[in-house]
Nanobody, 122 residues
Framework: QVQLVESGGGLVQPGGSLRLSCAAS????????IGWFRQAPGKEREGVSC????????YYADSVKGRFTISRDNAKNTVYLQMNSLKPEDTAVYYC???????????????WGQGTQVTVSS
């Protein structure tokens, strides 16, 4: 069964850190691009970060540059999102997704994970 499973979300104070994991099963992360997205209540889903299987390039939304880092562990078939200096506006459900286009397209076809909640609050 082809699927992605996120984990690592939770409640953290402003300025804190979390590391999200996206574990793939049924296919290899060399499949294409892997991206992280988030959706806050009442807002549209937005792209957060992406890593290309073609050249290893990484991409970040301006709102998270310098604070978030995407990485991949091919041996574990897992992609991570290290989130530092978290802000209340980072509060959202975070999703990972895959796409056969290795160059981080704007729209991902899937599969998509089920999402993990990140809440940044004091």
């Amino acid at each position: 069964q082809v699927q992605l499973v996120e984990s690592g979300g939770g409640l953290v104070q402003p300025g804190g850190s979390l590391r999200l994991s996206c574990a793939a099963s049924g296919f290899s992360l060399d499949y294409g691009a892997i991206g992280w997205f988030r959706q806050a209540p009442g807002k549209e889903r937005e792209g957060v970060s992406c890593v290309s299987s073609y050249n290893g390039n990484t991409y970040y939304a301006d709102s998270v540059k310098g604070r978030f880092t995407i990485s991949r562990d091919n041996a574990k078939n897992t992609v991570y999102l290290q989130m530092n200096s978290l802000k209340p506006e980072d509060t959202a459900v975070y999703y990972c997704a895959a796409d056969p286009d290795p160059l981080c397209p704007l729209n991902f076809t899937g599969p998509w994970g089920q999402g993990t909640q990140v809440t940044v609050s004091s």
